[in-house]
């Protein structure tokens, strides 16, 4: 039973993680339409400034976060006004493709620069064990996770509660009315896929003090990305949190009870029997937008 | 239609005289690749460019028929024809059944779940030691008896023609698939799905057919692959194969049939030649992805065929 509740906490933990990583991509989609091959590159390259940051320049934890949020996010800005709004009206497809594009240059660009070893983001919280009845859980990642609820209810206030937030949900669900208004839609989409890289890199250079970083680990991130969004909803905020968390619990439970090789392919099994029974996830876009 | 036909006939003729002009080992292996990509890319560009589906998990059927063809040469020591042909069929038979799952979704729901295909056999294969041999791969497949006595350099020459050969089934399959009222009715689920069935068209069966030709087209390469190469890893169900047959059918031209075969031949050229530039040349081509989407989203055959447009209205 201690077995059971521990691998439970195990799960949550990893999931909340997952609902983390996965936060910038279900926006970037819900509120642009596009699926952002380069999510996990964006995740990657936070994670190694952070690193940078605290480990090569000695920066305060926080500070870095700050900084990270604020450079990558100024550079998804300009990733949307120069490549993304070329491509705006022309499907899926091309964005896919562009991003697949700017995934490739970012990793082995990200692996000219820093090479292959892996690097830890340095936190201030330490590794110490705290026990909570049958369960033992670190300090480290306890501290994490309060950090990403804080984050999620910030960037949902913002969403919900903002104008900057209520044009962006204007923009998505109808541009052309939206501008009629005075929305400058350009902006808020450029707005917005800042938003969503700030998310992913915030989420690299958070979990970096937890795992390691490392230029290749990108496909994986996004990878995990897509499982969480596609179990929740495509687009759908709350959906991404409920994947993360399912996500983490069935692959605590997978790995403590069965084989471990096979942890990685659990999620991809999720989606597949996923799609069997609710083809656009538990939280479909139509009934909430982001 | 005549100037596709007249174009990949011209091209089967330069192929077929290219190996006797007295190449190096090196630029025939070269021309191995093209004809190895080529098949990947004609069956990729059914789905891509005539379904009208972004599947990012065509890896899958390369897979299978590499390992297909793998496991029946090592283990039961069968001839290469034979194993090309089991692997199409194994190929064609998991084609059918992830295409029964995936193509009910489209769009970005499509494209996701194919993928999540794709890295599940990745897995499979790098655990399932039993069968696959994890991550060590299967090693030592062995050429065809024939070849026992040949120099390297002619070794290479019998692989570039058996794939050339492959390379004008695949065509000419995908030349009659276009053609025929299946293609059209392809072409029309593509354009619109609503039309298409409300002229009978059911948009599945249609779709899932397509899908099961071009997969049993990745795994005739899959086994010629590792035919040539004599081993096979769980790195051909990697990312890295699914990237290059996006790049070359786009650059070559979605919807077309000569764009999949001119898309291979400047993509592997290229590759060789940013070999030059070290790790350098992986960035250069990220950035070539982003460039062909930005400047000739229709490939250099679309740009072609609109220039033709213009002129013919003139």
């Known amino acids: 039973m201690d077995f059971l509740l521990q691998l439970l906490a195990n799960g949550l933990v990893n999931g909340t993680f997952y609902a983390l990583s996965a936060l910038g991509l279900t926006l970037i989609f819900g509120l642009m339409r596009v699926v952002n091959f380069a999510h996990g590159e964006l995740y990657m390259v936070g994670g190694l400034i952070g690193w940078a940051l605290t480990e090569l320049v000695g920066a305060n934890f926080f500070l870095a976060l700050l900084i990270?949020?604020?450079?990558?996010?100024?550079?998804?800005?300009?990733?949307?006004?120069?490549?993304?709004?070329?491509?705006?009206?022309?499907?899926?497809?091309?964005?896919?493709?562009?991003?697949?594009?700017?995934?490739?240059?970012?990793?082995?660009?990200?692996?000219?620069?820093?090479?292959?070893?892996?690097?830890?983001?340095l936190?201030?919280?330490?590794?110490?064990?705290?026990?909570?009845?049958?369960?033992?859980?670190?300090?480290?990642?306890?501290?994490?996770?309060?950090?990403?609820?804080?984050?999620?209810?910030a960037v949902h206030l913002l969403i919900k509660h903002t104008t900057l937030g209520r044009a962006m949900r204007a923009t998505v669900q109808d541009a052309m009315a939206a501008s009629l208004v005075g929305i400058r839609t350009e902006?808020?989409?450029?707005?917005?896929?800042?938003?969503?890289?700030?998310?992913?890199?915030?989420?690299?250079?958070?979990?970096?003090?937890?795992?390691?970083?490392?230029?290749?680990?990108?496909?994986?991130?996004?990878?995990?990305?897509?499982?969480?969004?596609?179990?929740?909803?495509?687009?759908?905020?709350a959906g991404a949190i409920i994947g993360g968390l399912v996500l983490g619990v069935a692959e605590a439970l997978w790995g403590g009870y069965f084989a471990t090789g096979y942890v990685d392919a659990i999620g991809f099994a999720l989606v597949i029997v996923m799609l069997l029974v609710r083809p656009y996830g538990l939280f479909s876009v139509k009934s909430e937008r982001a | 239609m005549i100037f596709e036909r007249r174009f990949l006939l011209g091209a089967l003729a330069i192929a077929i005289v290219f190996p006797l002009l007295g190449w190096s080992e090196?630029?025939?292996?070269?021309?191995?690749?093209?004809?190895?990509?080529?098949?990947?890319a004609t069956g990729f560009n059914l789905i891509v460019g005539y379904v009208g589906e972004f599947s990012l998990g065509h890896t899958a059927f390369l897979g299978i028929g590499a390992y297909t063809a793998a496991l029946l040469s090592s283990s039961l020591g069968m001839p290469i024809f034979f194993n090309i042909a089991a692997a199409a069929v194994v190929a064609a038979i998991a084609g059918f059944f992830i295409g029964a799952v995936t193509l009910r979704l489209?769009?970005?729901?499509?494209?996701?779940?194919?993928?999540?295909?794709?890295?599940?056999?990745?897995?499979?294969?790098?655990?399932?030691?039993?069968?696959?041999?994890?991550?060590?791969?299967?090693?030592?497949?062995?050429?065809?008896?024939?070849?026992?006595?040949?120099?390297?350099l002619q070794q290479k020459i019998d692989f570039y023609y058996i794939g050339l050969a492959l390379v004008t089934v695949c065509v000419y399959f995908a030349y009659r698939f276009v053609y025929s009222f299946l293609?059209?009715?392809?072409?029309?689920?593509?354009?619109?799905?609503?039309?298409?069935?409300?002229?009978?068209?059911?948009?599945?069966?249609?779709?899932?057919?397509?899908?099961?030709?071009?997969?049993?087209?990745?795994?005739?390469?899959?086994?010629?692959?590792a035919h040539?190469?004599?081993?096979?890893?769980?790195?051909?169900?990697?990312?890295?194969?699914?990237?290059?047959?996006?790049?070359?059918?786009?650059?070559?031209?979605?919807?077309?049939?000569i764009g999949p075969v001119i898309g291979p031949v400047i993509v592997v050229l290229l590759e060789e030649y940013l070999r030059d530039f070290k790790d350098l040349r992986f960035s250069i081509f990220g950035l070539v992805i982003v460039a062909v989407v930005l400047f000739v989203p229709q490939g250099l055959m679309g740009f072609v065929a609109a220039r033709r447009e213009q002129y013919a209205r003139k």
């Open chain 2, 106 to 152: 489209r769009g970005p729901f499509f494209v996701i779940v194919t993928l999540c295909f794709a890295e599940v056999l990745r897995i499979v294969a790098n655990n399932w030691v039993a069968l696959t041999n994890g991550p060590m791969g299967i090693a030592g497949i062995v050429k065809p008896a024939w070849m026992a006595q040949q120099t390297a």
């Open chain 2, 228 to 257: 040539y190469v004599s081993y096979v890893g769980p790195e051909v169900f990697g990312f890295p194969f699914m990237i290059s047959m996006i790049i070359m059918v786009l650059l070559g031209g979605k919807g077309t049939l």
């Open chain 2, 26 to 40: 090196y630029v025939i292996h070269v021309g191995v690749l093209i004809m190895f990509s080529i098949m990947l």
């Open chain 1, 187 to 237: 902006r808020i989409h450029g707005f917005t896929f800042a938003l969503g890289t700030a998310l992913a890199s915030a989420a690299g250079a958070l979990l970096g003090s937890i795992y390691v970083t490392q230029p290749t680990i990108g496909g994986l991130v996004s990878l995990k990305a897509f499982v969480v969004v596609i179990l929740g909803g495509l687009g759908s905020f």
């Open chain 1, 123 to 153: 936190s201030p919280f330490a590794n110490k064990p705290l026990f909570l009845g049958p369960v033992v859980l670190t300090q480290s990642r306890l501290s994490i996770v309060a950090i990403c609820a804080v984050l999620m209810l």
């Open chain 1, 68 to 121: 990270v949020v604020i450079a990558t996010g100024a550079a998804g800005y300009l990733i949307d006004r120069w490549l993304i709004e070329r491509v705006r009206n022309q499907g899926a497809e091309s964005g896919i493709l562009l991003t697949i594009g700017i995934s490739i240059f970012l990793t082995n660009t990200a692996l000219l620069i820093v090479g292959t070893v892996p690097h830890k983001v």
């Open chain 2, 183 to 225: 293609g059209r009715a392809v072409v029309t689920i593509r354009e619109n799905r609503f039309v298409a069935q409300s002229v009978g068209i059911w948009p599945y069966s249609y779709s899932l057919l397509a899908f099961v030709v071009a997969s049993a087209m990745a795994g005739v390469a899959g086994a010629f692959y």
